[in-house]
């Protein structure tokens, strides 16, 4: 029997109650509007990439491999003269369920940190499904982090300090990225943070139950994403690891992760359990669980205390991993 959820903390839970038309269920046919509604922000409309002038941003393009289209990065440098050497790069994955969102979405959540660390920050756009089903987004998303560590020394950035960032399904992205890149060949990035990251296509554990019909995103609508990207597969035998990471049963040679998640939210057995996946496997990995947090708390109601200790927690883990 499915007990109830956790309850929501109190400052959360009036953010939710205040915000407009916030739906937890996204179904088949919604992928459209969502994504109509994104594009009508534009980046105009979307916060100023650029910190009043302290970064300069400008789109570069990685090109396609075997075949593959061009993958699109939003590049962002620090304006102000390096403090010492190359600088780290940030390599940013963005959510929205793998269906929505372009390479703006979230970077604002990376960009302050990026200041605070004198970092290059680095966004890639992938191809969305369902048009573009598993292995197109994380073939982008490799795409994009062989085109960032080639060209990290003109970004003024460190190849060798290259830390994958994602958030929900970007987070996802960004665990089977390392996979990808321990099993095939290629940079070993410097660490991995994976925020409320989405990672196992069978939708099948307890907090995806408790959080059916609650919050922000919910089993409907965690099975309406990974239908999408693996069809008639989705929580079926054979799923690779770099369709859905919590099918890796090697979490070995992986660099040092940094995951957090919401105790009220449908990820968050799957995170807890990735990370105790690290630590048997010997590997390094600190993971938060926010108290009553639902997915995506920290963009929803930015100012609540525990949105400001989930921002702290994470820079500081940036700053010990950089030695900053």
Do not use: K
Not at 54 to 67: H, K, W
Not at 100 to 106: D, F, I, M
Not at 197 to 204: F, G, I, Q, V
């Amino acid at each position: 029997m499915t007990q109830p959820p956790p309850p929501f903390d109190p400052e959360l839970a009036a953010a939710l109650d205040a915000a407009e038309g916030m739906r937890p269920g996204l179904a088949p046919q919604d992928i459209p509007a969502a994504r109509q509604a994104l594009a009508l922000l534009g980046p105009a409309a979307g916060p100023d990439l650029t910190l009043g002038g302290a970064f300069a941003v400008e789109d570069r393009t990685a090109p396609g491999s075997g075949g593959a289209p061009d993958v699109s990065l939003l590049v962002c440098r620090p304006t102000a003269p390096p403090g010492g050497g190359a600088r780290p790069v940030l390599y940013y994955t963005h959510g929205g369920g793998m269906v929505v969102g372009n390479n703006r979405l979230g970077v604002d959540t990376v960009l302050p940190w990026a200041r605070e660390l004198d970092a290059v920050v680095v966004s890639v756009e992938y191809r969305l499904a369902p048009e573009h089903p598993h292995p197109a987004p994380v073939e982008d998303v490799r795409t994009g982090l062989l085109w960032t560590a080639e060209h990290a020394g003109e970004l003024g950035g460190d190849p060798e300090r290259i830390v994958v960032v994602g958030t929900s399904a970007g987070g996802g992205l960004a665990a089977a990225l390392t996979l990808l890149l321990r099993d095939r060949g290629g940079p070993r990035p410097l660490g991995q943070m994976l925020m409320s990251p989405m990672l196992d296509d069978r939708n099948d554990t307890p907090s995806a139950h408790q959080m059916t019909g609650v919050g922000v995103w919910d089993r409907t609508a965690n099975e309406t994403a990974w239908t999408a990207l693996l069809g008639d597969r989705r929580g079926g035998p054979g799923v690779p690891p770099y369709a859905a990471p919590a099918r890796a049963t090697d979490l070995s040679g992986l660099p040092p992760a940094f995951l957090d998640v919401g105790s009220a939210e449908t990820f968050r057995d799957e995170v807890v359990a990735y990370a105790s996946g690290i630590w048997r496997a010997g590997g390094v990995a600190e993971l938060h669980v926010w108290p009553g947090a639902f997915h995506g708390f920290d963009a929803l109601a930015p100012e609540t205390a525990l949105a400001r200790a989930a921002r702290t927690a994470r820079l500081d883990w940036l700053r010990r991993l950089l030695g900053r």
